[in-house]
Nanobody
Framework: QVELVESGGGLVQPGGSLRLSCVAS????????IGWFRQAPGKEREGVAS????????YYADSVKGRFTISKDNARNTVYLQMNSLQPEDTAAYYC????????????????WGQGTQVTVSS
């Protein structure tokens, strides 16, 4: 079992950047692929990015490709989501999640979830 804690959210102006962190405990990231998901009020949860544990291969939703970068620091047992060129439509609660499957953006394949961190993009 793995526990996940997100941090790094906040209020940022359009065009700004934030870096989210997802710290894992109880198990190493060598065992799990990590995904980042987001959910805005009144909208369905959306997969944003994932990184596989076997080969570190990243995968991005089209909506964030070229703006967001997912990375992993095994020594710190932490996965990051660097978000650049943020827009108001990126406003949402962001969650990281862990799966034993290969990295993907299907939330139903993830077994462990953090509590989330709020990202608000507004002028």
């Amino acid at each position: 079992q793995v526990e996940l804690v997100e941090s790094g959210g906040g209020l940022v102006q359009p065009g700004g950047s934030l870096r989210l962190s997802c710290v894992a405990s109880g198990s190493t990231l060598d065992d799990y692929a990590i995904g980042w998901f987001r959910q805005a009020p009144g909208k369905e949860r959306e997969g944003v990015a994932s990184i596989s544990h076997s080969d570190g291969n990243p995968y991005y939703a089209d909506s964030v490709k070229g703006r967001f970068t997912i990375s992993k620091d095994n020594a710190r047992n932490t996965v990051y989501l660097q978000m650049n060129s943020l827009q108001p439509e990126d406003t949402a609660a962001y969650y990281c999640a862990a799966t034993l499957h290969y990295g993907n953006l299907r939330s139903e394949w993830y077994d462990y979830w953090g509590q989330g961190t709020q990202v608000t993009v507004s002028s």
